[in-house]
Structure formats: structure tokens, C-alpha cells
Nanobody, 120 residues
Framework: QVQLVESGGGLVQAGGSLRLSCAAS????????MGWYRQAPGKQRELVATITTGGITRYADSVKGRFTISRDNAKNTVFLQMDSLKPEDTAVYYC??????????????WGQGTQVTVSS
């Protein structure tokens, strides 16, 4: 089994910054893509950013230029640096690993979520 454990959420004023971390734990696995999604109350879960093992990144238009995704492959950890935060960034942020190889199979894992609240 693989677990994704997030940390770093919290309450911040508009214009402030937060850094989220997500560490994958377990044994006998390898991860390709990792990423972050978010879900605000009453809205669907949406992509925030993804990053491949090789460092190729993808961002939602709403966060481009403000958020930066990075990873430490050796530690199976992904980070999300969030700057210039806006109240509309308020949501539960979920870590995502959609293609985790374990043996001959691939699995999709989600973290438990971490709350980010941006006050105006």
C-alpha cells in the first residue's frame, strides 16, 4: 500500500504565501506524475498543477505565475509553493499520484487533503 500525506495548509491573508508538501510512503513502488488538485465548497475538484519525474510541469490558468510545483524524486515528495494568494484560492488541496507502479500494475492514489483558507 502507498500513502500520500500532505502538510502545510492553513490560514493566510490575501497576498500571502503557503507551501504545501506531500510525501509518498510505502514500499516497492515508483511514481511518475505527482500533482495537486483542489476543491472549494460547492465546486468540483479541479487540477492545480502536475509534475513528472523529469520535471515537466503543468498549471491551471488560474494559478500560473503565482504557484510553483516542484518535487524531490529521491524522497517521493512533491511541493506546491503558493504566492500572491487570493480568497478564491480557498479550498481543500489534495495530493495526487495517478500512475504509481507496484509490481505489474499501476494505481491511482489521493492524499487526505489539507485546508487552505485565504482571508480578504
Amino acid at each position: 500500500q502507498v500513502q500520500l500525506v500532505e502538510s502545510g495548509g492553513g490560514l493566510v491573508q490575501a497576498g500571502g504565501s503557503l507551501r504545501l508538501s506531500c510525501a509518498a510512503s510505502g514500499s516497492g513502488f515508483s511514481i511518475n506524475r505527482m500533482g495537486w488538485y483542489r476543491q472549494a465548497p460547492g465546486k468540483q475538484r479541479e487540477l492545480v498543477a502536475t509534475i513528472t519525474t523529469g520535471g515537466i510541469t503543468r498549471y491551471a490558468d488560474s494559478v500560473k505565475g503565482r504557484f510553483t510545483i516542484s518535487r524531490d524524486n529521491a524522497k517521493n515528495t512533491v511541493f506546491l509553493q503558493m504566492d500572491s494568494l487570493k480568497p478564491e484560492d480557498t479550498a481543500v488541496y489534495y495530493c495526487n499520484a495517478p500512475d504509481v507502479a507496484r509490481g505489474d500494475y499501476y494505481y491511482h492514489y489521493w492524499g487526505q487533503g489539507t485546508q487552505v483558507t485565504v482571508s480578504s
